[in-house]
């Protein structure tokens, strides 16, 4: 395995951003492009803390697949109402800066989003408005329904956000809205990725994550969703980042001719 630590300049955000990468030792001088899981980090973390708090590194080896850690601030993965276009960056541009740079695959098939917390609300939003590029997207603890968390926003908290998404009351039915932008998926008959969603029992987050499971559920999505003891913390994520791998629908390599 290969641990890569790079640094690069943003057009979009006129910045110059990091992202860490890991990688499987090549087995032939021409490898096939890899299968990639893009993970994504929460609210006040960055694109380290995955390795520093996880045994990420350790779990990949043998899989075969990358794993691409980007950092975005405390961005929600959002083009801001007063900032940066941070939506533009992960969506656009990181893939395809981060595949000129390495032997990662654009296939649907082989592409898959995990984050936690911001990462995880990150996470389905990417799958969720970008079906044709990913085949799953796993959610940890993640803020999905937004409309719905927003009204507990107060002081300091809501003046953060509203310069991210805008004013409080512009969510519900926004593309910032992940119960919107599952539902018009839905009406357009687009397939849908597959989803993993799982969040702990004490964590302050669980009763958003059931509210969200089962509003999916409802529009007939089919929603591998987990739950039990555990707080928002990363002893819990590091146990379900390992469920997110096996669960992952990682295609065997066709024998080249």
Known sequence: MALIHCDFF??????????????????????????????????????????????IERYVHGMGLAVVMPAVH?????????????????SEELPALARGMFPLSARRADNFVAGLSMGGYGAFKLA??????????A??????????????????VLRERERIFGPRESIAGSDND????????????ATPPALFQCCGTEDFLYANNVLFRDKLTAMGFDVHYEEGPGDHEWEYWDRQIQRVLAWLPIRPKEPRP
């Open 10 to 55: 943003s057009r979009t955000l006129e910045l110059s951003m990091s992202m860490c990468v890991v990688l499987p030792e090549p087995r032939t001088p021409t490898p096939d492009p890899l299968p990639t899981l893009w993970l994504l980090h929460g609210l006040s973390d960055d694109h380290t803390i995955w390795q520093r708090r996880t045994g």
């Open 128 to 137: 969720l408005r970008q079906p044709e590029r990913f085949a799953a997207a």
């Open 139 to 156: 959610s940890l603890s993640g803020v999905l329904d937004i409309a719905a968390y927003s009204k507990h926003w107060e002081g300091e």
């Open 74 to 90: 405390r961005s929600y993965y959002t083009n801001m109402g007063e900032g940066l276009r941070y939506w533009d960056f992960i």
């Open 178 to 189: 992940l119960v919107s932008v599952a539902q018009a998926l839905m009406d357009r008959g």
